[in-house]
């Protein structure tokens, strides 16, 4: 009788927790429509190559090699890149737009997770809205409150939050010495000078 009592408190947990695993995942936002709320204009598609101080520093802010490139989206001081990183388990997908050196949006796209979900919603990633890169280390300007049960995927978004703005200044930098008759289109072309870039992900 226990037996079967425990058998029945078994399988109603497991209807009880599956569904709400799943609804952690999902994903949430294409790149296409992420890109046209913050973009008037389609912006250009560019790749951004990193240096080897580069991949160093990119290397300090995630903790694991980074990738040879990264891909980024354009249009004017405008930059938006769509990024992963690994929460506990699985890659979370997330898009991050910057101008002016600061994070003007940061959204989740995709969550593979089963838990941890709650990174997604705004009351959270609102705090990244206006963030910089401090001076020294590469560190967020601010503090970034957790969330219980999250704490892997809290730091994942920090990390893809200061990978962006990092990524953007190095862009902006490449950008503003590279006439743009010549390289506007080869940005991270080895032919257009070192340290051009693009887009940045996995």
């Known amino acids: 009788m226990i037996?079967?009592?425990?058998?029945?408190?078994?399988?109603l947990a497991t209807l009880v927790v599956a569904p709400l695993a799943q609804a952690q995942r999902g994903v949430f936002l294409t790149v296409d429509d992420f890109?046209?709320?913050?973009?008037?204009?389609?912006?250009?598609s560019e790749s951004f190559w990193l240096s080897g101080e580069q991949k160093a520093i990119a290397e300090e802010i995630l903790q694991r090699?980074?990738?040879l490139r990264a891909r980024?989206?354009?249009?004017?001081?405008?930059?938006?890149?769509?990024?992963?990183?690994?929460?506990?388990e699985l890659p979370i997908t997330v898009g991050v737009v910057v101008e002016r050196?600061?994070?003007v949006s940061l959204e989740v796209l995709e969550y593979r997770e089963v838990r941890g979900g709650e990174v997604r919603y705004g009351s959270f990633t609102a705090q990244f809205d206006g963030a910089r890169l401090l001076a020294q280390g590469q560190r967020l300007d601010r503090h970034?409150?957790?969330i219980s049960g999250a704490t892997l995927s809290v730091r994942a978004l920090q990390k893809i939050a200061r990978l962006a703005l990092y990524f953007h200044q190095?862009?902006?930098?490449?950008?503003?010495?590279?006439?743009?008759?010549?390289c506007s289109e080869k940005l991270g072309d080895p032919s257009c000078g070192a340290g051009t870039n693009g887009s940045a992900s996995r």
């Not at 037996?3 to 399988?11: E, G, P």
């Open 101 to 103: 050196d600061q994070v």
């Open 144 to 146: 970034i409150d957790g």
């Open 65 to 67: 090699p980074p990738g």
């Open 35 to 44: 890109l046209a709320q913050h973009f008037e204009v389609p912006p250009v």
């Open 170 to 182: 190095q862009t902006e930098a490449a950008h503003a010495e590279i006439p743009p008759s010549t």
């Open 72 to 88: 980024y989206f354009r249009a004017g001081p405008r930059t938006a890149w769509v990024l992963e990183e690994i929460g506990k």
């Open 3 to 11: 037996a079967n009592a425990l058998r029945t408190l078994l399988i």
